[in-house]
């Protein structure tokens, strides 16, 4: 019902930035979050941050600072900013749709790689 394609993602060196983007389609609901999540290998998926439609943000603390979230409702689009990258930012980065109207539903994108090495 919601497709998410996402792009941005490659390879950075430490201190350097990189900017996502995630684009929804189909079925838009009005009431929703917009976030990023990331998975290292043999890591569970965690919480990168997350975008209200309501306009509440919230970040996971190993990013507070250094990660903007931000999106553009007219084109259905959140964008991760992400700057002063650390080796352990090297993840799979997927975007996530959550509509928040019963039933609450999870959408996901294919993933995107970012690695950051020198």
């Known amino acids: 019902q919601v497709q998410l394609v996402e792009s941005g993602g490659g390879l950075v060196q430490p201190g350097g930035s990189l900017r996502l983007s995630c684009a929804a389609s189909?079925?838009?609901?009005?009431?929703?979050?917009m976030g990023w999540y990331r998975q290292a290998p043999g890591k569970q998926r965690e919480l990168v941050a997350t975008?209200?439609?309501?306009?509440?943000?919230n970040y996971a603390d190993s990013v507070k600072g250094r990660f903007t979230i931000s999106r553009d409702n007219a084109k259905n689009t959140v964008y991760l900013q992400m700057n002063s990258l650390k080796p352990e930012d090297t993840a799979v980065y997927y975007c996530?749709?959550?509509?928040?109207?019963?039933?609450?539903?999870?959408?996901w994108s294919q993933g995107t790689q970012v690695t950051v090495s020198s």
């Open positions: 975008s209200s439609s309501g306009g509440s943000t």
């Open positions: 189909g079925t838009i609901f009005s009431i929703n979050t």
């Open positions: 996530n749709f959550r509509r928040l109207i019963i039933p609450q539903y999870d959408y």
